[in-house]
């Protein structure tokens, strides 16, 4: 439970009249998401970062220094939620709020997964602190960290970390705890952090993808609360009929928000959310974030009123924050959009906690960067490599003249199991672009052994060259394509010298380079240098013969433990249907 320090005197004095209030807000529209009306000529006071009064006239709180603000008839509407997402990645929290913010994000739920696979609870310690400051509200999910990745286990959270880290208010429960992970793990550890979020009056967020019936019943019992696992119209019913919430994705990983058009008319809709699941630097700055989600949804013929619902009262009672956030009423934080109609979902005013931190579409409120610890700039743990490091002796298949591929699927992120004959040269399996046959090599950053993988890929497409990056979903290593050892040892080597990066080689010569040295995931470097820097490493790779959509997603989530059906660990390919690990 947190910490209520609206309700004092003072706001109730206020309230009364018998107080000035600091701010209000008259003669607007009232989107009003208890009652799911808009109700006009309503007005606002706001004392500190509180509401103290809404209704058709607050005259009797204004005060001689009063800031009054004329909605004229504007939608005076509560902040937005993203229910969930991913910001610990790519860039300084900073400078992803210049984009955020203008669109009416007041409040954010996030994974930190990545500061977890970082340095564990001290990487999450040190995000905790570098969102502490900022003028609009991060609550963070501690991350499950399920990984196929051995070399990881290490990092993993603890059960005791897990109970000290949730006294905080900021934290507000287990991050998606991957169903597999959760009812199917013979060790039971995730469920044990389930057990240990739910006694602590706090929530679980799930990932239920490909889990039906009896499974996802089973995940439902063991404790998860949600899922933004859903695809299809189907998937939404099934998991609303058995309790969860939902979250629809509609960012830069899926977009499956016209999934509820279908159900729009027909079932209520109060535990639907809308979020992003994160965001890339491309799609933050030419799109903005979380409004144009909204906006989507109205377009798509959602009323207005239902799709606010979604991402404010929505996600603030399903994560137990009603009674501090999700509408305008009093008590609650003065989060709070000026929008110019009914169906333009972005702000011409933004307000979080009774400040105005963005009018006119931009940031109007210092942003300024929280210097890192030292251990974040010290998290990749590997020796340079030796060119003759990844060569792969005709021994590694046996006798039938065959082996075991990754083989990429269409949409880029799901990978298959394959075979492919193979064509030996002076004793070695190499790879074989024009039959789009590659290396692909693993190397795990934490022990300080360096332990890795050389396996092949089909799909990748590339025909020159090689990439690496850090970036790797669910795991600590270095992930990287090629197709010949040369650039990828050229590549790998850059992403350990920077410490973490993401690289392109071309004949020994480095096409893109793109450190990202704050825990092998967060750059220094501007967001809008890492967005172009990005454009061009898609750009060369699709020049150099790939035709995939999103190219780094495709590379960083090769060691996902999130997507079936084949991954890439230091121990070999990880199988999820077979639940082990198999090399050649």
Known sequence: ????????????????????????????????????????????????????????????????????????????????????????????????????????????????????????AAGFRAFLDQVRKHPVKFYCLIPPMVTTSPAARPLLITQAEVRELLEDERVIGLGESYWQGAILNPDDRVFSLIRETLAAGKTVQGHGAGAYDKRLAAYAAAGALSCHEAVSTEDVLSRLELGYAVFLREGYIRRDLDIILPLKDDIDLRRVTLSTDGTSPELLIKGGYLHDVVQKAVDLGLEPVKAVQMVSINPAEHLGLSYITGGLAPGRFADILLLPQPDIMKPDLVISEGRIIAEGGKTVVPLPRTPYPDNLFNTVLVDPLAEDSLAVPLSAIGSKGEMRTMDIQPGGLVTREGKVKVTPFNGMISPDPEQDVLKIVFIERVSGRGEKFVGFIRGWGQKRGAVATSLCWDASGIIAIGENDHDLVTAINRVIENQGGMVLSVNGKLLADVPFKIGGYVSEEKIEDIASELTHFQQRVNELGSNLDSLHLTLVTLTSAAIPFIRMSEKGYFRFRENDYVGL
């Open 1 to 120: 439970m947190f910490t209520h320090n609206a309700y004092n005197r003072d706001l109730v004095e206020v309230a009364l009249g018998r107080k000035p209030a600091d701010m209000v807000i008259r003669d607007g529209v009232l989107l009003d998401v208890y009652t799911g009306r808009m109700l006009p000529r309503r007005s606002v006071a706001i004392w500190d970062k509180w509401i103290a009064y809404v209704g058709p006239d607050a005259a009797f709180t204004i005060g001689e220094d009063t800031l009054v603000m004329d909605a004229d008839e504007r939608i005076i509407c509560p902040g937005y939620i993203d229910s969930h997402t991913h910001v610990s990645a790519y860039w300084d929290t900073a400078d992803f709020l210049k984009y955020a913010i203008p669109g009416g994000t007041t409040t954010l739920i996030t994974e930190v997964e990545n500061f977890g696979f970082s340095l564990g």
